[in-house]
Nanobody, 120 residues
Framework: QVQLVESGGGLVQAGDSLRPSCAAS????????MGWFRQAPGKEREFVAA????????LYVDSVKGRFTLSRANAKNMVYLQMNSLKPADTAVYYC?????????????WGQGTQVTVSS
C-alpha cells in the first residue's frame, strides 16, 4: 500500500555531508508520519529520526541531534535527511520508514535501504 525508495547514500570522509532522500508512493503516502532507521554491521536496527505529516513534530536520536536535520516535501511525497559532520560511527544502511508517531515512531512500511559509509 505504501512503497518507499531511498537514494543519496554514498562514501564520504569524516566531517562531510550527505542528504539521502526517500520517495513515497501509494495510499496515504503524502500524509503519514515518516522517518529513518539505520543498521550498522553486527548491530540492531536503530531509530534515527521521524517527522509528522505537518512537519511540526520531529524526533531525533540523541547521537544525531545538532548534526542531522529531517524535513519533508509533502507535495512531492519526499522526505530528506540532511546529515552533517558525519562520523565513522554513522556508517550503516539507512532505511526510510512510514508509520505512526506520538512519543516515539512506530514503523509500518520500509524502504530497501541506502548505504552510508564514513571513512576516518
Amino acid at each position: 500500500q505504501v512503497q518507499l525508495v531511498e537514494s543519496g547514500g554514498g562514501l564520504v570522509q569524516a566531517g562531510d555531508s550527505l542528504r539521502p532522500s526517500c520517495a513515497a508512493s501509494g495510499r496515504t503516502s503524502s500524509s503519514v508520519p515518516m522517518g529513518w532507521f539505520r543498521q550498522a554491521p553486527g548491530k540492531e536496527r536503530e531509530f534515527v529520526a521521524a517527522i509528522s505529516w505537518s512537519g511540526g513534530h520531529i524526533l531525533y536520536v540523541d547521537s544525531v541531534k545538532g548534526r542531522f536535520t529531517l524535513s519533508r516535501a509533502n507535495a512531492k511525497n519526499m522526505v530528506y535527511l540532511q546529515m552533517n559532520s558525519l562520523k565513522p560511527a554513522d556508517t550503516a544502511v539507512y532505511y526510510c520508514a512510514a508509520g505512526s508517531l506520538s512519543d516515539h515512531f512506530r514503523p509500518a512500511y520500509w524502504g530497501q535501504g541506502t548505504q552510508v559509509t564514513v571513512s576516518s
